[in-house]
Nanobody, 114 residues
């Protein structure tokens, strides 16, 4: 069973920054895609950003503010979140996909105060 260990959430004021980390329990190269999704209270889970060895993809609401990256040596995926807004408040989940399987982390809370 794959485990995804997330860290870096917290409380920040609007306009501030946070960096989330996701470390899988096996090699990052064993996954086709890794990424971040978020879910706010009463809303559906939505895409934040995904990354492959060659591409990145972002949800429309975070383009230009968030950056997803991966450090192969540290076996970790990061989400740098800048210019945070109150509407970014949500539980953020790391996701890792193989061909026929999808794995989720336990989630980390991000709260942006106005």
């Amino acid at each position: 069973q794959v485990h995804l260990v997330e860290s870096g959430g917290g409380l920040v004021q609007a306009g501030g920054s946070l960096r989330l980390s996701c470390a899988p329990s096996e090699s990052i190269f064993s996954f086709n895609v890794m990424g971040w999704y978020r879910q706010a209270p009463g809303k559906q889970r939505e895409l934040v950003a995904t990354i492959t060895p060659t591409t990145t993809n972002y949800g429309d609401s975070v383009k230009g503010r968030f950056t997803i990256s991966r450090d192969n040596a540290k076996n970790t995926v990061y989400l740098q979140m800048n210019s945070l807004k109150p509407e970014d408040t949500a539980v953020y989940y790391c996701n890792a996909q193989k061909v026929w399987q999808s794995f989720w982390g336990q989630g980390t809370q991000v709260t942006v105060s106005s």
